[in-house]
């Protein structure tokens, strides 16, 4: 019997899935534990299986198996979702030539591999002519995408980490923030001044014991590891594929809180890989939905989860037992104010959930003008400083503080940004709503028995994959679209109550 143009189609997108899994776990190797001299054969190893990738989605075979399967009457919900999604796959991979595809992949990997140096000089200028490069090929890239479907320049950027979200939808989101934030702010810092003092635990912290610690956080979340590991990098991420997940973090001996919350938000965006719908692995529909709802994922399991009260009542004596600590500074209260402390902070990835919107806003600014030929890369690190000034009060005193923090757009990752932020706000709004469902979700944490959260999770939002819209998962998980407030009154909660 042969086979039908649909299941062609996902035979062929098997083998797509496995060469984009292939290029993907090479590229965290190179941004990971790669030796530098070899960063150059690795970029043009992962260039030629994004060429060969996108070679067998863009031909023409494939145009004629979607014209056959779209006239198939015999499919089911999961796979005519799959195959709109292909189908918008394949469109985009049309208007964008091979040669392009390989020459934007390599100077991504030039482009990362002089930002890790870059950003230990704190010299923007030695980065900038490679990423000067990058950005004329992603502008050129997205160029092609929004003629062909009808979309802004940056929405068509936006489009492929947050599928179906536009710049106007969240610029007034981002616009309310901006003005509530520094008030807010304001009222917390004024609140955390009439608590105790902080006391700092003493270290060091031996980045071995650190590593324990949180192979044993992970582990009590369902992370397991005979399909994942953890590393070091220089920027904590999350990769690889839902059976071989990679999560990297970077260590302090003199600050063991920083590391921790890394791999616990990583860990969160591993579980929902690991937790999407098997019969449906390498298949569009069978993908992570967005980005909004990865993030949301990673921020419900470190903010709204891991930096909780109940959490430490959990984890404050695992911490104190594993660093042999002594004294109140390893106290549950103690310990909960230095996790959940609000400060003017100049990096991100270590931002308070007050302080981190606007984090992102700022860059989320910033791309958008970079993408419109509204500013030139030279004018980057300057816009930014004046930028956190005005949105936080400070102003980074060197570059590796300011614009070359984040690996995303040396790494080609434009539009990727206000998916952090729309992802905080889409956790708070889940996360209330999972444990209004089950009350055996706020029980067991104390107790470090996750459990209850992970099984609703991945009922209510890992096994969807991508068959419905993010903004109807949110709707039916939680009853109501996206509200901001939702997010609001948590801080309020957090950070207001005495």
Not at 175 to 192: E, H, K, N, R, Y
Request: aromatic share 8%; with cysteine.
């Amino acid at each position: 019997m042969s086979l039908s143009a649909y299941s062609k189609l996902e035979n062929r997108f098997t083998r797509l899935g496995l060469l984009e899994e292939t290029s993907g776990i090479l590229h965290w190797d190179s941004a990971a534990i790669m030796p530098p001299g070899a960063a150059l054969a690795r970029g043009e190893q992962v260039a030629q299986l994004k060429a060969l990738s996108h070679n067998l989605l863009a031909n023409g075979e494939t145009a004629d198996l979607i014209a056959a399967a779209l006239e198939q009457q015999d499919l089911n919900q999961w796979q005519k979702t799959n195959l709109e999604l292909i189908r918008r796959k394949w469109l985009r991979a049309t208007v964008i030539p091979e040669d392009l595809v390989i020459a934007l992949s390599k100077a991504c990997s030039a482009s990362e591999t002089v930002w890790r140096n870059a950003r230990i000089a704190a010299d923007f200028e030695m980065v900038r002519p490679y990423t000067e490069t990058v950005l004329s090929l992603v502008r050129e890239a997205g160029t092609a995408v929004a003629e062909k479907l009808d979309l802004s320049l940056y929405d068509a950027l936006l489009d492929q980490f947050e599928p179906g979200a536009r710049s106007q939808e969240i610029d007034p989101l981002f616009d309310d923030l901006t003005q509530w934030i520094p008030g807010f702010l304001d009222d917390v810092l004024t609140a955390q001044d009439r608590r105790p003092p902080i006391q700092m635990p003493e270290g060091p912290f031996a980045v071995a014991t650190q590593r324990e610690l949180a192979v044993t956080f992970m582990s009590a979340l369902g992370f397991d590891f005979d399909y994942g590991r953890l590393d070091i990098s220089l920027h904590p991420f999350c990769g690889g594929t839902p059976d071989d997940i990679r999560i990297t973090t970077r260590y302090d001996e003199n600050d063991f809180t920083s590391a921790l919350m890394g791999v616990l938000h990583e860990t969160g965006h591993a579980m929902y890989e690991r937790g999407l719908p098997k019969d449906y692995r390498r298949q569009p529909v069978g993908a992570a939905l967005g980005m909004s709802i990865h993030e949301s994922q990673s921020l419900l399991v470190e903010m709204q989860v891991c930096r909780s009260r109940e959490f430490l009542d959990y984890a404050a004596p695992l911490a104190r037992a594993s660093f042999n600590g002594t004294g109140t500074a390893w106290d549950v209260d103690n310990l909960y104010r230095l996790y959940t402390k609000v400060e003017r902070g100049f990096i991100r990835v270590d931002a308070d959930e007050v302080t981190y919107p606007a984090h992102v806003i700022l860059r989320y600014q910033l791309e958008k003008a970079l993408i419109n030929d509204e500013m030139k890369l030279a004018d980057l690190p300057a816009a930014w400083n004046q930028k956190m000034q005005t949105l936080l009060g400070i102003t980074p005193p060197t570059d590796r503080e300011g614009c070359l923090q984040d690996i995303h757009w040396f790494d080609g990752a434009w539009g990727y940004f206000p998916t952090y932020t729309l992802g905080a706000m889409t956790a708070a709004q889940i996360y209330r709503a999972a444990v209004q469902a089950d009350p055996a979700i706020s029980a067991g944490i104390p107790a470090g028995n996750f459990t209850p959260l992970m099984a609703w999770l991945r009922q209510n939002i890992h096994a969807s994959g991508s068959l419905v819209p993010a903004a109807e998962l949110l709707k039916q998980t939680t009853g109501q679209p996206l509200d901001p407030q939702v997010f609001k009154d948590h801080l309020k909660r957090r950070y207001l109550a005495d």
